[in-house]
């Protein structure tokens, strides 16, 4: 059953970000400079997308386009960070990740957000 993220007031220092055990949530090992998709259900509108690499892997996201790793020692434009934290996104945006390094494991787990 998919976990609903309810959107509260900060009341007290507390914003409600406590995340729960949720079903909506898939796990890839990434093969080296391969572009690897997911796309977001559809059932909710909006969605809280968290994306936790192994540790000490590097991992390039982005959404609705190809993820693309850095390839010169200048900075440049880039639309894909690199190991994010919590993302907003919509149902139906299809996430891009990409790894310079073989075998990488990567879990990502959706949040179905409710604006009350």
């Not at 997308?49 to 993820?67: C, D, H, M, Q």
């Not at 934290?85 to 919509?90: L, N």
């Amino acid at each position: 059953m998919t976990e609903i993220f309810k959107m509260t007031r900060d009341q007290g220092g507390y914003n409600g970000f406590g995340l729960p055990f949720t079903s909506d949530s898939w796990s890839v090992i990434l093969n080296a400079n391969t572009d690897t998709t997911l796309t977001m259900p559809v059932n909710y509108p909006f969605w809280f997308l968290i994306i936790r690499p192994e540790p000490g892997a590097l991992i390039f996201v982005n959404k609705n386009a190809t993820a693309v790793m850095p390839s010169t020692s200048s900075f440049v434009n880039n639309q894909s960070p690199m190991n994010p934290g919590p993302m907003f996104v919509a149902g139906g945006d299809v996430i891009h990740v990409i790894s310079p390094n073989a075998s990488t494991y990567v879990e990502a787990s959706f949040y179905a957000i409710q604006f009350l």
